[in-house]
């Protein structure tokens, strides 16, 4: 639809119908709404306007997308997976004086996002049990993590199994397993790009 604006009563207008403006007989006037000052007979929103219009919209819609990209947080590669969790696995057997072997070959497992790195290194080994367990789980806490640790007692000597679960918001997560005759710690690194089969190209 064309529009054009006309003077009246109150300041300029601007017309809204399809026809001509006119005072005659036989001219019709528009229905007008009122606008801002333009000169009589000139075209009140141009094609130029709504350009204009057009590319702040596109403009503010991609500072907005932007700045949404630049709130979420990029996952971690998986060689810094890797580390982290090899690294915490190291600190977490410095808590327990047992002969531990060499870092273990990581099992793979699939995740939501990708795929994580699951590390387990297991001691047959006499040892306090219970007081590896309260050493271990106090390590952790101060790592940061939460600790959900259980005692199950078969009745037995080397049956009383200590055990518990640790995790936090980010990094390795943990978890054990000991009695009087083993020792087990278990580390799962967080979710990184990849899947379960590319360990096998």
Known sequence: MAKNNTSGAGGDWIATS?????????????QCVPIGRCGEGDAVVMKKDASRVASLLAG????GLSACAEEGTS?????????????????????????WKDIPEPILEQCDDGV??????????DNDAKANA??????????????????TDFGSRGNTIYAATAHRD????????????SVAIEITSECAPGAVDDDDE
Request: glycine content about 6%.
């Open 134 to 151: 309260a050493e271990l789980a106090m390590f952790w806490r101060s790592e940061g993590l939460s600790v959900s640790p259980s005692v």
């Open 60 to 63: 503010l819609l991609v500072v």
């Open 170 to 181: 980010s990094g390795p997560r943990a978890a054990y397993q000991l009695s009087v005759i």
């Open 75 to 99: 996952m971690p590669s998986a060689a810094d997976v890797q580390r982290d969790a090899v690294q915490f696995l190291s600190r977490s057997e410095q808590v327990v004086n047992v002969p």
């Open 18 to 30: 399809g026809d001509s403006i006119g005072t005659g007989p036989d001219r019709s006037r528009r």
């Open 116 to 125: 994580r790195f699951v590390y387990s290194a297991v001691v047959t080994v």
